[in-house]
């Protein structure tokens, strides 16, 4: 028999071994690093609180559109390699990529700026590196890290 688990975070279903890890008393397995990453920096984003649904359980997508500098711009081939390894990230809709510059949809629910900018950096396309582009960068990461803070608050319903 072939049991699978639900990913808690992209909603695949998995095998109760991949990327598994333990919280709160419950056993998780995810389809990537990446969504094992999401999960475990917001939980509750994903599983809720006792007797209130998580925004991802409710279906909840936060997308957001944001355009990037490259540290060198891309030729033709390589805009498109680096296109299709970020199109095969959990949550990212849409990726358009015109020399230096790098336009993304994605869902934060899925995956943030951070992950994006560190693929990118594995696969060698660097973001721009002056340091207003990686003040800029902090500010994007500090922003959406609010912001996914206050959904996993809002729905918790009673304080502590």
Request: aromatic share 6%; net charge negative; with cysteine.
């Amino acid at each position: 028999m072939n049991e699978t688990v639900k990913d808690y975070v992209c909603q695949m279903q998995v095998s109760p071994a991949s990327f598994a890890t333990e919280y709160a008393g419950g056993h998780y397995a995810f389809c990537s690093a990446q969504c094992k990453e999401r999960f475990l920096a917001n939980p509750h984003l994903y599983i809720g609180f006792p007797g209130n649904k998580a925004p991802a359980q409710e279906g909840k997508k936060v997308i957001k559109r944001r355009r990037l500098l490259l540290s060198a711009p891309l030729d033709t081939i390589q805009a498109e390699k680096v296109k299709q390894a970020l199109l095969e990230m959990m949550g990212i809709h849409e990726v358009c990529i015109e020399g230096d510059k790098i336009e993304i949809q994605y869902d934060l629910i899925q995956v943030t700026t951070g992950q994006i900018a560190h693929k990118l950096a594995l696969i060698g396309a660097d973001l721009g590196g002056g340091w207003i582009d990686r003040l800029r960068l902090a500010f994007i990461n500090n922003q959406e890290e609010i912001e996914i803070n206050s959904l996993e608050v809002e729905n918790r319903k009673c304080c502590h």
